[in-house]
T-cell receptor
Framework: DAKTTQPNSMESNEEEPVHLPCNHSTISGTDYIHWYRQLPSQGPEYVIHGLTSNVNNRMASLAIAEDRKSSTLILHRATLRDAAVYYCILRVTGSARQLTFGSGTQLTVLP | KAGVTQTPRYLIKTRGQQVTLSCSPISGHRSVSWYQQTPGQGLQFLFEYFSETQRNKGNFPGRFSGRQFSNSRSEMNVSTLELGDSALYLC???????????FGQGTRLTVV
């Protein structure tokens, strides 16, 4: 499986935007980029996914570099409830079905 | 609509015993996956079921097994428990194997 690299931890102030980076230099053409987050004492939660174009949903935006070797999850206004571990995962549609989680980025939101 | 339900939420077992964990997926979801989460190893894939068939298996010993019923509910079983099996066991369901996964809150297993 192609690997992702994320910073271990990041901090943000409440109500400010947060940009969570992910490097995936060995990504292949069929790999989708998925983001999940895990709040304390809960199971992971789907955030967003994309292939080549930038994506937006009610939770976040996903910006994908033109060469697809990196991506950034954008939380437009961080709240205390966004404090979680964020996982960037590459998923090949049609073959390996499981999610391969790395160590993720622990996001701390400061009031 | 109801989310993924895992039972029990907490469990304490003794070494050598066996345990069965249950997962009820979101209604209509046919794919169920199981993951183990420990502080040292993080989240690791155990196995995935679709339409009552195991489609994929992670790198775990044969003591870990599972099954899926015709109503898509799934169970996983761990026999001859070891201290290292203490973990949070998470179940995830998805509409198909290609769509986003929805996770339950997990079963916290403690082996003493």
């Amino acid at each position: 499986d192609a690997k992702t690299t994320q910073p271990n931890s990041m901090e943000s102030n409440e109500e400010e935007p947060v940009h969570l980076p992910c490097n995936h230099s060995t990504i292949s053409g069929t790999d989708y980029i998925h983001w999940y987050r895990q709040l304390p004492s809960q199971g992971p939660e789907y955030v967003i996914h994309g292939l080549t174009s930038n994506v937006n949903n009610r939770m976040a935006s996903l910006a994908i570099a033109e060469d697809r070797k990196s991506s950034t999850l954008i939380l437009h206004r961080a709240t205390l409830r966004d404090a979680a571990v964020y996982y960037c995962i590459l998923r090949v549609t049609g073959s390996a079905r499981q999610l391969t989680f790395g160590s993720g980025t622990q996001l701390t939101v400061l009031p | 609509k109801a989310g993924v339900t895992q039972t029990p939420r907490y469990l304490i077992k003794t070494r050598g015993q066996q345990v069965t964990l249950s997962c009820s997926p979101i209604s209509g979801h046919r794919s169920v996956s199981w993951y183990q989460q420990t502080p040292g190893q993080g989240l690791q894939f155990l196995f995935e079921y679709f339409s009552e068939t195991q489609r994929n298996k992670g790198n775990f010993p044969g003591r870990f097994s599972g099954r899926q019923f015709s109503n898509s509910r799934s169970e996983m079983n761990v026999s001859t428990l070891e201290l290292g099996d203490s973990a949070l066991y998470l179940c995830a369901s998805s509409l198909t194997v290609h769509t986003e996964a929805f996770f339950g809150q997990g079963t916290r297993l403690t082996v003493v």
